[in-house]
């Protein structure tokens, strides 16, 4: 897909073809206007088509978002480029934020990936056909522009919400795009709900993914590991508390399944924290993922094609913080997955930030930051002193490395520095780097409940050394070859 072809990506655009959406964007030369290509408008002559990797490409090339198909609902994909992980891991950060601020720069994020700003470039041009400050950019005015046509928070929030300094630079920007003010996008259906903050009323976002999505796979994963006080699950709706830079609110997720969408319902107190939260909520619930491309690969191996046709949905499920995935996995070792969650309950009952008001639903607490962990005493937390250090030791290369969990590096080398802390070994590194770091390619293979699931029909489980060489035909979505194998499992759930 670096490369489109425009007579594959026209016929796409005449049949509205959904496997398109996300993938690539059209502009009309005789709009300025550019769509997703399921958008219902007629379909413009070929001649006067130009197709684009990214929003953010043809954004750059002067067209303006269609207001019809909302490019900015578009599936926000990131596994089908997985012909460049550093783009894929640049992706992340710039979703959570590391172009925006003061001290932000295309520098400073390639130094972040490991390579020059000059080779940033270059594979942004390659893979996105774009700069990744033009990715930065058009994120901004497209989150800004979700949120006025999807919710009446005030225009002032909204401007600082996507990242504007100023009221009147949102302004110019959203006047020069899409030629009317941002007042005039907001729809008259949304009157009926009540105006007020981000911090008082909430905002609700959706959030779109590729079909077909596993929800009741997902669900059950999060409520067998909820923690007692900082999540639940009830109704089918997942919650919990959430903290960003000494402050908490709450997030509330529900499925709807026949908008191929997720809503989000968040209260948190600093508007400007909303795009690094909505980002935190695609990794949990891994909504970047085109999981047909991903099963197609996968499904060359008989065994996996049997357990993909019986959930063709399934997700890899991330986690909020990455620390609080290592935490977790650490607890987890060698015990139950109920064991495990009663055990990281009560971690949070010893040193999480019990809220003044809290949250409703039983959300009363915060899981403890690794400043938290590093000065409590776990003597009463009930389990072996080993693993008591480990949990030290983690928290204290947390406070040492911001980032520590971010996705940095190859997932050799994320696994070989995780390693290095004491206490962890290489299924929990491996077990961090898939839900923590959101590697698709790790592979914790010594994990008794993958044996297990790739067991054959014979009941014989392969060793891991032989589980570890047939993977390598997963390469590089062995992460989700694991979650079907877990599946598999129903020890594992």
């Not at 003010?181 to 949304?190: G, Y």
Request: net charge positive; hydrophobic share 45%; charged share 25%.
């Amino acid at each position: 897909m670096t490369q489109l072809d425009p007579q594959v990506c026209y016929r796409a655009l005449q049949s509205r073809d959904r496997r398109f959406d996300g993938r690539l964007f059209v502009g009309v030369t005789s709009t300025g206007i550019y769509c997703r290509p399921i958008c219902p408008a007629s379909t413009a002559k070929f001649e006067n088509c130009r197709f684009y990797l990214s929003a953010a490409a043809a954004q750059e090339a002067g067209f303006r978002p269609c207001l019809r198909c909302r490019p900015e609902t578009a599936p926000d994909l990131g596994s089908w480029r997985g012909t460049s992980n550093t783009v894929s891991r640049g992706l992340v950060l710039i979703a959570e934020g590391a172009l925006d601020g003061e001290g932000a720069s295309v520098e400073v994020l390639a130094e972040r990936l490991g390579l020059g700003e000059r080779q940033l470039r270059r594979l942004f041009q390659e893979h996105l056909g774009v700069s990744p400050i033009a990715v930065a950019q058009t994120r901004r005015i497209l989150f800004a522009k979700q949120l006025i046509h999807d919710t009446r928070l005030p225009m002032s929030e909204v401007a600082l919400a996507a990242g504007f300094g100023s009221v009147r630079r949102f302004n110019e920007t959203f006047q020069n795009l899409y030629r009317r003010p941002p007042s005039a996008i907001r729809k008259r259906s949304i009157s009926a709900l009540p105006e007020g903050s981000a911090a008082t009323t909430g905002v609700t976002v959706r959030l779109r993914y590729r079909a077909p999505y596993d929800w009741d796979a997902m669900l059950s994963f999060l409520k067998a590991r909820a923690i007692d006080g900082v999540e639940c699950v009830e109704g089918g709706i997942y919650r919990r508390t959430v903290l960003l830079d000494g402050q908490a609110g709450t997030i509330a997720i529900l499925h709807l399944p026949e908008k191929e969408s997720l809503e989000a319902v968040i209260r948190f107190p600093e508007v400007r924290a909303l795009p690094a939260i909505v980002a935190r909520i695609r990794r949990v619930f891994d909504l970047g993922a085109d999981i047909m491309t991903v099963s197609n690969h996968l499904a060359r191996d008989p065994h996996l094609a049997r357990l993909i046709e019986a959930r063709p949905g399934l997700r890899v499920p991330g986690g909020w913080d990455g620390f609080e995935v290592a935490m977790r996995a650490i607890l987890g070792q060698q015990v139950s997955v109920k064991a495990g969650r009663q055990l990281g309950s009560k971690l949070a009952r010893i040193c999480g930030t019990t809220l003044v008001t809290p949250h409703g639903e039983g959300l009363a607490l915060t899981f403890p930051t690794a400043a938290q962990v590093t000065d409590a005493d776990l003597s009463s937390l009930g389990m072996p002193l080993a693993r008591k250090s480990a949990l030290k030791a983690v928290a204290e290369a947390a406070v040492a490395d911001p980032y520590l969990f971010q996705p940095l590096a190859t997932v050799e080398e994320t696994v070989a520095r995780l390693s290095a802390i004491r206490g962890i070994g290489e299924w929990t590194a491996h077990y961090i780097a898939l839900r923590a770091v959101r590697e698709p390619d790790a592979f914790p293979a010594s994990d008794i409940g993958l044996l297990r699931g790739a067991a054959g029909e014979d009941g014989v489980r392969p060793s891991p050394l032989e589980l570890q060489k047939r993977a390598e035909a997963w390469r590089p979505w062995r992460a989700y070859a694991a979650q079907h194998l877990w599946a598999a499992d129903s020890k594992s759930a």
